[in-house]
Each structure stands twice: as structure tokens, then as C-alpha cells.
């Protein structure tokens, strides 16, 4: 599918829409509704083939179960999970018009910076997390902004914010410090080894390009012998393929990314 077809059936789509798509959180260049805010489809597509929605697309479509599912048209185990994101055997831009939009989009506004008119102040309910500052319009607008940080400093002293805890999405992205480049290896070399199983691990690590030059030499400065660097290669092969095995598993009982073993149900 080609990239015009492709920003008229996303336009086609958004001018369908009755309800303005709400902002995403997972995708910095989405800041609310495409169409209203002069974000091209093309660009929107671009920035969520960067986003954790993709490799999460991407590890179900690495999911044996998952694909089952998808080919007996959402029934099985996974049946729930399914109804979010559908069928992933799609091109990625058809999935992310029909479920990865929706299911990723806030289906809250996003907090904002209010001004309180007069008549409001009466009513105004105030809780912890929340502050009142009154600001006199005659001081000079340098001498107010270092005041106001002054009291800001001073609210969000000892206080935890998590913008992820904010999230309305109907699917959350886990918060975890693994890069989606890590995700991309991992499927990577777990694909080579379904569609190589005869490959043994170092092999394996050898055609998915494993780049062990950290570890090429040792203490000494000497280069590693080639039984040392087949070792360390097939120990880190197996180490990817665990973690990749539980990447997809986690997927699908609705937890990414992760890498741990995955909860019992």
C-alpha cells in the first residue's frame, strides 16, 4: 500500500469521525486531532511506526497464539485481548486506522494550565493536588514568573509526578526502561530461529548480527579466542530468546513491553 492511498484513506477515515480524537500520550507528535490540528496522515503514520504501539502490533504478530486467534476471527483464550486490537495480519496502516488509534488514544482531555475567572473562585474545589496563586497584573511579568517558580518549587518539593499513571488509554504501554530498539532485536532473533531451526545459537547470533565487540577482548587487550567469543555469543543468544519468548507472552496477556517471566493466570 502505497503512501497517497494511504493519507486518503486515513483522511477519508478522520473526516468520517464525529468525536475529535483525543491526544496519545505514547506519541509525541500527536497532540490531538490530526485533522483539526494541520498533522498531515502521512506524518501521523510515520510517528507511530516509532512508538511502543508498533512493536507492540509488531510482538503479536510474533505470537503463534495470537495469530490462531486472529485466523478464527477472535475466538480462544485471547479473544479479550483481540477486541482491542484486532487483526494484526493487516499492513500496519490499516491496523493502526482501525484499532491502534482507538485503543491508544486518552479518552480523557489532557490536564491543563486554567485561568479562574471571578465568578468562579466561590466555587472552586480544591484538593492536594492543586494551588491557587493570585497574581497582582501590576508587578513586571520576570518578577512574577521567579516569584511563581518560587512557590512551584516549593509545591512540588518531595512529590512523585508519573505522567503514565495519567494515562486514560483503554491500553497502556507499560513504564519500563527497555528501548523499543531492544524489542526490534529481540523479535528479530526469535524470528530467525523459527524460520532457522536448524541454526545453532552462535549461528544464530551470527546472521541476526549480535554485536559482541564489547566483549571481543579481554582484561589484557588481547582479542578473545574464537571458542571464548562462540561461548559468550551462544550465552547471549539464549539469554534473547528467553527474554523474547516472554516479551510475547506478557503481549498477549495484555503487559508491554516486558521482559519477565510472565504472571501465572
Known amino acids: 500500500m502505497n503512501l497517497r492511498l494511504i493519507n486518503e484513506i486515513l483522511v477519508n477515515k478522520m473526516t468520517e469521525e464525529n468525536e475529535e480524537q483525543l491526544p496519545n500520550k505514547h506519541i509525541k507528535m500527536i497532540p490531538g486531532s490530526l485533522s483539526r490540528r494541520g498533522v498531515s496522515p502521512g506524518s501521523e503514520l510515520k510517528e507511530a511506526r516509532k512508538s511502543p504501539a508498533y512493536w507492540w502490533y ?33 499492513e500496519f496502516a490499516a491496523w493502526w486506522l482501525g484499532n491502534g488509534r482507538k485503543i491508544f488514544a486518552e479518552t480523557k482531555p489532557l490536564k491543563k494550565v486554567l485561568q479562574i475567572g ?8 480544591l484538593d492536594k493536588d492543586r494551588m491557587i496563586i493570585q497574581i497582582p497584573l501590576t508587578m513586571r511579568k520576570q518578577t512574577v514568573m521567579r516569584q511563581i517558580g518560587r512557590h512551584l518549587k516549593e509545591a512540588y518539593a518531595n512529590r512523585e509526578i508519573d505522567i503514565w499513571k495519567q494515562s486514560t488509554a483503554k491500553r497502556q504501554i507499560t513504564k519500563s526502561k527497555i528501548r523499543m530498539a531492544t524489542v526490534e532485536m529481540l523479535l528479530k ?29 579481554d582484561t589484557s587487550g588481547e582479542d578473545l579466542s574464537f571458542e571464548l567469543e ?36
Request: charge should be positive.
Open 58 to 90: 509488531r510482538t503479536l504478530q510474533a505470537s503463534d497464539e495470537y495469530l490462531i486467534c486472529c485466523k478464527s476471527g477472535g475466538r480462544g483464550e485471547l479473544e479479550a485481548l483481540y477486541r482491542d486490537f484486532g487483526d494484526v495480519r493487516k
Open 118 to 125: 471571578r465568578n468562579e473562585i466561590e466555587g472552586l474545589a
Open 189 to 217: 532473533v526469535l524470528q530467525i530461529r523459527n524460520e532457522n531451526p536448524t541454526l545453532n545459537n552462535y549461528e544464530l547470533g551470527v546472521k541476526a548480527g549480535i554485536d559482541l565487540d564489547i566483549l571481543a577482548r
Open 230 to 265: 562462540k561461548r559468550r555469543m551462544t550465552i547471549a543468544v539464549s539469554r534473547y530468546l528467553g527474554q523474547a519468548k516472554h516479551l510475547v507472552a506478557n503481549a498477549e496477556l495484555g503487559v508491554f513491553p516486558s521482559i519477565k517471566p510472565p504472571a501465572k493466570t
